[in-house]
């Protein structure tokens, strides 16, 4: 499929789960997004969708797309869990900015790979122990006070709900390790 063609179903894909919280808003008061609320939702599931298009098309291996797909993915979730609730603490809880550095860690380390797919493993397990780093500093060192805490919220809670996260970092590595086995080529094709 075309380039074009691929960003105009991501547009309307993108518009149509934009329509699940507008319809819900008008069936019940639990769902309050505002217009920033909206921007912010489009523009993160666009440009996730956007970076998955852009990468998947280098190599012509399933499992290097399907790589990139959860690596998208654990971005994605990363992203919108911190925004929404905080992964440590509250979502006012200042360690919380330290996440930025897990999507950092996958960024640079998929720039410096040149998206070949032993490097993009390498950046993927990369930011899945990042991941672990950050949890453990958020948990044992730079602890939550005040407003940021969250006296209700159990530890072995937030440490299962970032263990998984990690491991979503960690199956996207195994997947680019896959692909790397398998011998995958590049894709020659232009848009």
Do not use: C
């Amino acid at each position: 499929m075309s380039l074009p063609k691929s960003l105009l179903l991501l547009a309307l894909a993108t518009g149509l789960l934009l329509l699940i919280p507008l319809v819900a808003m008008q069936f019940t008061q639990e769902v309050n997004w505002t217009f920033s609320d909206f921007v912010f939702a489009g523009v993160l599931l666009f440009g996730t969708g956007l970076t998955y298009l852009l990468i998947a098309r280098k190599w012509n291996s399933t499992a290097y797309k399907l790589g990139v797909g959860v690596g998208v993915v654990a971005g994605l979730m990363l992203v919108w869990a911190n925004a929404a609730v905080g992964l440590v603490g509250s979502e006012d809880n200042p360690v919380n900015l330290l996440y930025g550095g897990v999507l950092l860690v996958a960024l640079i380390g998929a720039i410096v790979a040149r998206f070949r797919p032993r490097g993009m493993s390498n950046a993927m397990f990369a930011a899945s122990l990042t991941y672990v780093a950050v949890t453990l500093i958020g948990l044992f060192v730079w602890k939550p006070t005040g407003a940021a805490a969250e006296p209700s919220v159990h530890l072995v809670n937030v440490v299962v709900f970032n263990a998984v996260f990690a491991a979503i970092w960690a199956v996207s590595g195994w997947l680019f390790r896959r692909a790397d086995a398998a011998g995958s080529a590049p894709n020659r094709q232009l848009a």
